[in-house]
């Protein structure tokens, strides 16, 4: 059964690079029917969605974040990644990786537990 | 982009009872792109509707929806205790995907 997991510092300082890892297991990163994801949910807001990529490395992102997010995928461990850079309390939140069925832009078909991230000095 | 508009914001139903959600979109979801989730505190979101009527797998058929154009909805026949969580849309046809703000199904 796929599992996908987040990790990653819980805190960050403003102005600084928020970094988080999503590890797959139980199937390949290298799926060609699939884009994998990262979503983030702030405190008492709704769910955005940051940006997908292909395990080809090609990327899709948000473009209210696009200037900030890269978004890389490591095919030899399973794992893709997340940065957000100049970090700010607006970037406090539940950051979920998902896997998304490649259907127009991606829906979530399996998600991570999801990892609160809190930007703060 | 596409703003998702979900109501209510809070549902207190009991265990048995008919629940319609809504979801209605600014603008037409490109070939009915549409899915809904299930969120439970802690948890993962679950994903149950796609395309917006295909049951995702291993979800059971109390979970139903429907919808074209700019207006949807998830309906579960009757309610499970199991049920009461959070239920957000999501509109996969058109950049940036967008969801909805979600509505809380509680018990009354």
């Known amino acids: 059964q796929l599992q996908l997991q987040e990790s990653g510092p819980g805190l960050v300082k403003p102005s600084e690079t928020l970094s988080l890892s999503c590890t797959v297991s139980g199937g390949s990163i290298s799926s060609t029917g699939h884009y994998w994801g990262w979503i983030r949910q702030p405190p008492g807001r709704e769910l955005e969605w940051i940006g997908n990529?292909?395990?080809?490395?090609?990327?899709y992102y948000n473009p209210s974040l696009k200037s900030r997010v890269t978004i890389s995928v490591d095919t030899s461990k399973n794992q893709f990644s997340l940065s957000l850079s100049s970090a700010t309390a607006a970037d406090t939140a539940v950051y979920y990786c998902a896997r998304l069925l490649k259907w127009g832009w991606g829906f979530g078909d399996n998600w991570g537990q999801g990892t609160l991230v809190t930007v703060s000095s | 982009e596409i703003v998702l508009t979900q109501s209510p914001g809070t549902l207190s139903l009991s265990p048995g009872e008919r629940v319609t959600l809504s979801c209605r979109t600014s603008q037409t979801v490109s070939s009915n792109y549409l899915a809904w989730y299930q969120h439970k505190p802690g948890q993962a979101p679950r994903l149950l509707i796609y395309g917006a009527s295909s049951r995702a797998t291993g979800i059971p058929d109390r979970f139903s929806g429907s919808g074209s154009g700019t207006d949807f909805t998830l309906i579960i026949s009757r309610l499970e205790p199991e049920d009461f969580a959070v239920y957000y849309c999501?509109?996969?046809?058109?950049?940036?995907?967008?969801f909805g703000g979600g509505t809380k199904v509680e018990i009354k």
């Open positions: 990529v292909f395990y080809s490395g090609i990327t």
């Open positions: 999501q509109q996969y046809g058109t950049s940036p995907l967008t």
